[in-house]
Every structure is written in structure tokens, then in C-alpha cells.
């Protein structure tokens, strides 16, 4: 029966780690021989095919969302007025868009102090720049604090906060 090299024995048994390869190589170099193609290309293969999966998976998922995040901004900046007199809460909501039925504020949730008042659902922007809204809120007095959260349908959340005086 023939002698097998370390090598050929490695490869029928069917191991294809790259540690096996490199044992083979450095073998081979000790004899003073050099590696064929075959050994040589297998032992490069080897070196991508144990690239971290987790690595892969992380630059797929951010070449995926990448592109949304930078389309999507949360509201700039929530502005508050509270008319006494008649008393109604004006809120205008800054968050300009380029399609106000795709990218809009989803949600207006106004509360005063700790409680929630009232959450009016959008299902588009009013305008370009902004989205307005108004509600009546009777029976405040002097030291109340209103504070309405502006979600965007896309991503992000701005607040505004107002004090009676």
C-alpha cells in the first residue's frame, strides 16, 4: 500500500479547516517543498469562508436602514401658545417634509402636568413645513405646565413645554 502524506490524509477525511491547511503548508515548507496551486488556493479560500458571520449581518442591516434614517428627520422644533381668553392650546410642530403622505407627524399627544390629555392620530402632514393643531383646554390657571410630544411616522420624537402665566 502507498504512503499518504499528512495532507492526503487530512484531505480524504474530508477536514478543510484552516488550520489543517496550514499544518500541511508549513510541512511541506520544512521539507523544503513548496505548496502546489491546489493547497495554496484552499488555504486563501479558507481565510474568507471563517470571516465572522456577525460582521456580514451587521454591514448588511446598516446598508439597509442607512438609506432610511438619512430620509427620515423627527420634528425640528414644537412651538406652544396658549390663549387664555378663549382658551385654546395652538401647537405648530416644525418638521419639514417632501411628501407629506409618506413622511408626516403620526401622532399629538398633549398633557398637562403628568396626565395625558388628549392624542390626536395623523395619517398625513398638513403642509410641506409643518403640521398645526389647536384644542380647547378650559379651566387652567396660572402655573400649569402643558407639554405636547410630536412623533414622526418615520423616526424620532420632539417635544414642547409650555407654563401658564
Known amino acids: 500500500m502507498k504512503a499518504e502524506s499528512s495532507w492526503q490524509r487530512s484531505r480524504t477525511q474530508g477536514s478543510h479547516t484552516t488550520g489543517s491547511n496550514l499544518q500541511a503548508v508549513a510541512r511541506l515548507e520544512a521539507a523544503g517543498k513548496q505548496p ?12 474568507f469562508r471563517h470571516t465572522p458571520m456577525k460582521k456580514s449581518l451587521y454591514t448588511l442591516l446598516l446598508l439597509m436602514v442607512l438609506p432610511l434614517a438619512l ?3 423627527p420634528a425640528r ?10 382658551q385654546t392650546l395652538s401647537v405648530t410642530i416644525l418638521h419639514p417634509v417632501q411628501n407629506t403622505e409618506k413622511h408626516y407627524i403620526s401622532e399629538i399627544t398633549v398633557l ?6 388628549e392624542t390626536k392620530t ?3 402632514q398638513s403642509t410641506l413645513e409643518s403640521e398645526t393643531y389647536q384644542t380647547t383646554l378650559p379651566g387652567l390657571s396660572k402655573g400649569n405646565v402643558i407639554t405636547v410630544k410630536a412623533k414622526c411616522n ?11 402665566k
Do not use: P
Not at 422644533?77 to 378663549?86: E, G, I, M, R, S
Not at 398637562?112 to 390629555?117: A, C, H, P, T
Open 36 to 47: 502546489h496551486a491546489g493547497q495554496q488556493l484552499n488555504l486563501d479560500i479558507n481565510k
Open 71 to 73: 430620509g427620515a428627520n
Open 77 to 86: 422644533k414644537v412651538t406652544l401658545t396658549y390663549d387664555a381668553q378663549t
Open 112 to 117: 398637562l402636568g403628568d396626565k395625558e390629555i
Open 122 to 124: 395623523l395619517t398625513k
Open 154 to 164: 418615520q423616526f424620532g420624537n420632539k417635544s414642547g413645554k409650555l407654563t401658564i
